[in-house]
């Protein structure tokens, strides 16, 4: 394909051993962290290394808010908050009704 511009995303998924190495077997980069400071340190890494999707246990996630919010409003890294092995803490659906509500001004979920 003379000319074509090939471009390849890069997805990470980042959390704990046991929550996030089945995501190996799809083909996707994974990497383990189970501290504060870890998850910090690997996030920042992964947006540095330009990885265009992470995905991110809520458990992980719920340690180091302010370190994801500052790509809130970056095109990437799509930062998408998953269930751990220990099933959903609520907080991606919490992000995605908060979401939905800033772009249609309305609670189209009504609790």
Do not use: W
């Amino acid at each position: 394909m003379k000319g074509c511009v090939k471009s390849m995303y890069k997805v990470a998924v980042l959390g704990d051993r046991d929550s996030v190495l089945g995501f190996k077997a799809l083909g996707l980069d994974v990497f383990f962290a189970e501290q504060k400071e870890q998850a910090a340190e690997q996030i920042h890494t992964l947006a540095r290394k330009k990885y265009a999707v992470i995905y991110i246990t809520e458990t992980l996630a719920a340690l180091i808010p302010q370190d994801i919010a500052q790509y809130k409003d970056e095109a990437l890294p799509a930062i998408i908050l998953i269930p751990g092995k220990k099933g959903s803490l609520g907080i991606s659906m919490k992000n995605l009704k908060l979401s939905v509500e800033r772009a249609v001004g309305v609670d189209i979920f009504n609790d």
